[in-house]
T-cell receptor, first 114, second 115 residues
Framework: DAGVTQSPTHLIKTRGQQVTLRCSPK?????VSWYQQALGQGPQFIFQ???????QRGNFPDRFSGHQFPNYSSELNVNALLLGDSALYLC?????????????FGPGTRLLVL | AQSVTQLDSHVSVSEGTPVLLRCNYS??????LFWYVQHPNKGLQLLLK??????LVKGINGFEAEFKKSETSFHLTKPSAHMSDAAEYFC?????????????FGTGTRLQVTL
């Protein structure tokens, strides 16, 4: 049973560029959440997708957008990259279940913005 | 709003000695609480979770945590540390908004295990 997978593993971009990160959820999961983890900090919630809709958003600007596909996989898009967007981006999948939900994380995509 | 406070940013223990990583939580309702571990340059692995069942929760690799409502604590323990336990540990609380569930992480505790 494959766990949560993310691609690419590493990425280098320059300021102003756009980036797309991809996530495939664990088998049987229908919900995908995205987190940003800056160096030396805990992950911060970006948003969550369920039924192809953004259900909740954290304190991130509109430059961060996402999408969920009918097969439950998801993309995170970041436009007009800033140096401060350099971080590990983590995808987590779960079965939609409210407060009892358990999220399982992928290995992450490390983004470096130069 | 839900939040967690990890009381130690860094803990150092000798191999074979007990581990205690402290976490206090704040929640306006009965929370779901988790401990995740992150090894260097790796993603997050679920260690254990509390979801209002038994207050003593057993996880993987010999870790356990006890939910104490009166103290609003959810401390992580292990009787005997192993070198492979060296990693960053995050205490996490779930906030359910009615439409989505999001995790709020503590700032992390780096566990160092020495010979």
């Amino acid at each position: 049973d494959a766990g949560v997978t993310q691609s690419p593993t590493h990425l280098i971009k320059t300021r102003g560029q756009q980036v797309t990160l991809r996530c495939s959820p664990k088998s049987g999961h229908d919900t995908v959440s995205w987190y940003q983890q800056a160096l030396g900090q805990g992950p911060q919630f970006i948003f969550q997708y369920y039924e192809e809709e953004e259900r909740q958003r954290g304190n991130f600007p509109d430059r961060f957008s996402g999408h969920q596909f009918p097969n439950y996989s998801s993309e995170l898009n970041v436009n007009a990259l800033l140096l401060g967007d350099s971080a590990l981006y983590l995808c987590a999948s779960s079965s939609y279940g409210g407060v009892l939900e358990t999220q399982y994380f992928g290995p992450g995509t490390r983004l470096l913005v130069l | 709003a839900q939040s967690v406070t990890q009381l130690d940013s860094h803990v150092s223990v000798s191999e074979g000695t007990p581990v205690l990583l402290r976490c206090n939580y704040s929640s306006s309702y009965s929370p779901s609480l988790f401990w995740y571990v992150q090894h260097p340059n790796k993603g997050l692995q679920l260690l254990l979770k509390y979801t209002s069942a038994a207050t003593l929760v057993k996880g993987i690799n010999g870790f356990e945590a006890e939910f104490k409502k009166s103290e609003t604590s959810f401390h992580l323990t292990k009787p005997s540390a192993h070198m492979s336990d060296a990693a960053e540990y995050f205490c996490v609380v779930t906030a359910y908004t009615g439409t989505a569930s999001k995790l709020t992480f503590g700032t992390g505790t780096r566990l160092q295990v020495t010979l």
